[in-house]
């Protein structure tokens, strides 16, 4: 007796597989852009982290304390924390010339690097998201504390107000906002479609 062959002949072979690569087609570009905007939420957090930590450490220590950024030529971005050490404020001149000194030592973000970046997505420029009537300029810089690039937090708990701004060069785009009077941290998301911070 013959038994009936239990295996797919090549016809169903090849519809089967006409209809993964259809539906593979299909849910991939969803897919990687969820796995793309969570990633630039994980960055956002992670940053708020950070920002609550300069906070902490400006109340605990009695000093002015800032974050520095830096990103490395591989991409790699890390932070520092620094205290003023003239009373004048943290500043960048005086954090290069050691008058500042360093309160703890750089360490690397794990959420931003290659793939998520400081910075704004192609295309048009975003909306303002303190004045929705109009447009950021100066695109070429993401970390916006005054005419600095430093988060620096008091020991009353205020903050120098400003904004970083994270993408995926795509279509994500985060603002994390710090509060100058209560030096609360804020996460906003723009709507490139409808071209409104949420």
């Not at 400006?58 to 890390?78: E, L, Q």
């Not at 001149?93 to 690397?108: E, H, K």
């Not at 303190?130 to 988060?151: C, E, K, M, V």
């Not at 120098?160 to 941290?185: C, E, F």
């Amino acid at each position: 007796m013959n038994k009936p062959y239990a295996g797919f002949n090549l016809m169903e072979m090849t519809l089967s597989m006409a209809i993964l690569t259809t539906l593979l087609a299909i849910g991939l570009p969803p897919i990687s852009n969820w796995a793309s905007g969570l990633r630039v939420e994980l960055a956002a957090g992670e940053m708020t982290s950070v920002l609550h930590l300069a906070r902490i450490y400006s109340i605990r220590h009695h000093a002015k304390v800032a974050v520095k950024f830096s990103t490395d030529s591989d991409g790699v971005v890390s932070h520092a924390l620094f205290s003023d050490g003239d009373g004048d404020g943290v500043r960048n001149a005086d954090i290069r010339n050691g008058v500042d000194p360093l309160l703890r030592s750089a360490r690397r973000l794990s959420h931003l690097g290659k793939r998520i970046r400081f910075g704004f997505p192609k295309g048009r420029a975003p909306v303002d998201p303190g004045n929705p009537r109009q447009r950021l300029t100066r695109l070429h810089d993401p970390i916006r504390f005054n005419r600095s690039d430093l988060a620096v937090f008091n020991p009353s708990g205020t903050a120098t107000p400003g904004t970083i701004y994270l993408t995926d060069g795509k279509r994500h785009l985060v603002a994390v906002r710090v509060n100058n009077r209560s030096g609360k941290i804020t996460v906003l998301h723009y709507d490139t479609t409808a071209e409104v911070w949420r």
